[in-house]
């Protein structure tokens, strides 16, 4: 999508502004269906950063994630969100949520081609 989606931006920016991390919400990205709850990027940020942080490969990368090394948030110009961040997100493939704990994920607003309330799970009962 060329031109962000007005609504979709201001969901955005109202989880940005409550610091909740309770709106869930599916996206379509180049064809990709992913579905989660987004999160402000502070708290997504935050939890990158733990992640790293506790992996003795991974933990040199954390501070890029940590509040200290990278800006409160990623805006435009004029000042809306410019990425959506999710957690406990799953990139669905058939009938599979991946990962099926759940991931990390960072989407630019700009690339979403649909979207909907709300996340989708399978039940194979």
């Known amino acids: 999508m060329s031109t962000p989606d007005d609504l979709l931006t201001d969901l955005a920016a109202m989880v940005e502004s409550e610091q909740t991390n309770q709106m869930s919400l599916t996206v379509v990205v180049h064809g990709a269906v ?41 805006v435009t110009p004029a000042g809306a969100p410019s990425h959506l961040h999710f957690h406990v997100a799953r990139i669905l493939q058939g009938t599979l949520g991946i990962p099926e704990t759940g991931g990390m994920y960072r989407i630019a607003v700009k690339d979403v081609g649909a979207w909907t309330v709300g996340d989708f799970s399978y039940s194979d009962k």
């Open 34 to 74: 992913i579905t989660g709850r987004l999160a402000p990027e502070r708290v997504w940020r935050e939890r990158v950063a733990e992640v790293l942080r506790d992996s003795e490969r991974l933990a040199p990368f954390a501070g890029i994630f940590e509040a200290s090394g990278a800006s409160d948030r990623t």
